[in-house]
Nanobody
Framework: VQLVESGGDIMQPGGSLRLSCAAS????????MTWVRQAPGKGPEWVSR????????YYADSVKGRFTISRDITKQTVYLQMNSLKTEDTAVYYC???????WGQGTQVTVSS
């Protein structure tokens, strides 16, 4: 099982960013996927979840209305579209396979003016 996140960057407040997580080594279409983030000096925070079909999505209150999770089965990739970024969104973002519990290496998102 391998998960590789990408797309992190340094952004100004109010900006937008799309994170990607490329999956391999397992049957992506049968696994729900989750995004988790960890800010400096804090524990992991669950951000969003998408079910196997992509028809059901869930969000933490802190990102609801600003972030959108999606998945492309053909590309074996899960995305996190992040809009209206805030400084408190600064964190390392990880994607996670629910069945296997595997995490990627993370991608850094920094929001600063």
């Amino acid at each position: 099982v391998q998960l590789v996140e990408s797309g992190g960057d340094i952004m100004q407040p109010g900006g937008s960013l799309r994170l990607s997580c490329a999956a391999s080594g397992f049957t992506f279409s049968t696994d729900a996927m989750t995004w988790v983030r960890q800010a400096p000096g804090k524990g992991p925070e669950w951000v969003s979840r998408i079910n196997t079909s992509g028809g059901d999505t869930y969000y933490a209150d802190s990102v609801k209305g600003r972030f959108t999770i999606s998945r492309d089965i053909t590309k074996q990739t899960v995305y996190l579209q992040m809009n209206s970024l805030k400084t408190e969104d600064t964190a390392v973002y990880y994607c996670k396979s629910e069945i296997y519990g595997a995490w990627g290496q993370g991608t850094q998102v920094t929001v600063s003016s």
